[in-house]
């Protein structure tokens, strides 16, 4: 039976409960944070996603990517609570489309029951699900290179891997969209917010949209942009390329078959991603 892992701190069993109190179930607060001298390296694991797709660590690794992991359940009060949280992050470092990459590693659950987690709470990133995708051993996989060199606390977990596969473990929690930069940055990759964008999404109306969404854009020099737009399970629904020279412009896009739901915009400009934007659509 899935169960989170707490630690009571005989010191101060009063000030640990009201710690309990002020989160969502699923687990506590660390009221300690462990050093770790030596930089542990993460194990390597093989998963596949719930869209069917073979993922493999160090493959990712070696080709010069970082890997935020994510350990969790579906029934988790803790990892329901800030999902939106990680993939506001995952959307900020461009969906998987450069080199910091997310991945969900949950535990106990079967495809069915993690898609409709994904769905239920806008998880955008790939995910395995413990029955059917290998997430029940790399997950334990995991847990045993934690307790190496320090104590696994319960899900969600969230761990950062870098390309020499040396790994921080528990990282952000609780975790803000922008807590894994540090981490990424340490791993010596540039973050989205860090690379320089020729072209900015200045406002996206009407919001929620209906038949159709308006993008305005500031091009600052004169560059082929491409739209790409992708429901909340990863889908492409929509894709165009053009040319535009620089000043502002108005896109229109026609959403009428679009169902109602939230959409991830992703803007290129050549082959690097430069904006990654949410958008609602209610039909």
Same mark, same amino acid.
């Given at each position: 039976?899935?169960?989170?892992? #707490?630690?009571?701190?005989?010191?101060?069993?009063? !000030?640990?409960? $009201?710690?309990?109190?002020?989160?969502?179930?699923?687990?506590?607060?660390?009221?300690?944070?462990?050093?770790?001298?030596?930089?542990?390296?993460?194990?390597?694991?093989?998963?596949?996603?719930?869209? @069917?797709?073979?993922?493999?660590?160090?493959?990712?690794?070696?080709?010069?990517?970082?890997?935020?992991?994510?350990?969790?359940?579906?029934?988790?009060?803790?990892?329901?609570?800030?999902?939106?949280? $990680?993939?506001?992050?995952?959307?900020?470092?461009?969906? @998987?489309? @450069?080199?910091?990459?997310?991945?969900?590693?949950?535990?106990?659950?079967?495809?069915?029951?993690?898609?409709?987690?994904?769905?239920?709470?806008? !998880?955008?990133?790939?995910?395995?699900?413990?029955?059917?995708?290998?997430?029940?051993?790399?997950?334990?996989?995991? $847990?045993?290179?934690?307790?190496?060199?320090?104590?696994?606390?319960?899900?969600?977990?969230?761990?950062?891997?870098?390309?020499?596969?040396?790994?921080?473990?528990?990282?952000?929690?609780?975790?803000?969209?922008?807590?894994?930069?540090?981490?990424?940055?340490?791993?010596?990759?540039?973050?989205?917010?860090?690379?320089?964008?020729?072209?900015?999404?200045?406002?996206?109306?009407?919001?929620?949209?209906?038949?159709?969404?308006?993008?305005?854009?500031?091009?600052?020099?004169?560059?082929?942009?491409?739209?790409?737009?992708?429901?909340?399970?990863?889908?492409?629904?929509?894709?165009?390329?053009?040319?535009?020279?620089?000043?502002? #412009?108005?896109?229109?896009?026609?959403?009428?078959?679009?169902?109602?739901?939230?959409?991830?915009?992703?803007?290129?400009?050549?082959? !690097?991603?430069?904006?990654?934007?949410?958008?609602?659509?209610?039909?």
């Amino acid at each position: 039976m899935k169960k989170t892992i #707490f630690i009571i701190c005989a010191f101060s069993l009063s !000030v640990f409960a $009201i710690a309990q109190k002020s989160m969502p179930e699923g687990r506590v607060i660390k009221p300690v944070t462990v050093s770790v001298t030596e930089k542990a390296v993460c194990p390597d694991f093989t998963v596949t996603s719930t869209d @069917g797709v073979t993922l493999n660590l160090y493959t990712e690794l070696n080709a010069g990517k970082v890997v935020m992991i994510d350990q969790f359940y579906t029934t988790c009060g803790y990892c329901q609570a800030y999902a939106p949280t $990680i993939d506001q992050a995952y959307v900020n470092h461009g969906s @998987g489309s @450069g080199n910091i990459l997310f991945w969900g590693i949950d535990n106990g659950d079967n495809n069915a029951q993690v898609i409709a987690y994904k769905s239920t709470y806008g !998880v955008s990133n790939p995910c395995a699900s413990g029955t059917e995708g290998g997430g029940n051993a790399a997950d334990a996989a995991l $847990i045993t290179a934690i307790e190496s060199s320090q104590t696994f606390l319960g899900y969600p977990t969230y761990s950062v891997v870098c390309p020499n596969k040396t790994v921080s473990w528990d990282v952000n929690y609780p975790p803000t969209a922008t807590g894994f930069d540090s981490y990424f940055t340490n791993c010596g990759v540039s973050t989205i917010a860090e690379q320089s964008a020729i072209i900015n999404i200045d406002r996206i109306f009407p919001v929620p949209a209906t038949d159709q969404i308006n993008f305005e854009i500031t091009v600052k020099k004169a560059a082929q942009i491409e739209f790409q737009i992708f429901d909340m399970l990863g889908q492409m629904v929509y894709a165009n390329k053009a040319e535009y020279n620089n000043g502002v #412009f108005v896109i229109t896009i026609d959403i009428s078959s679009f169902s109602t739901g939230t959409y991830i915009v992703k803007m290129f400009d050549g082959e !690097v991603i430069s904006q990654v934007f949410r958008f609602a659509v209610e039909n």
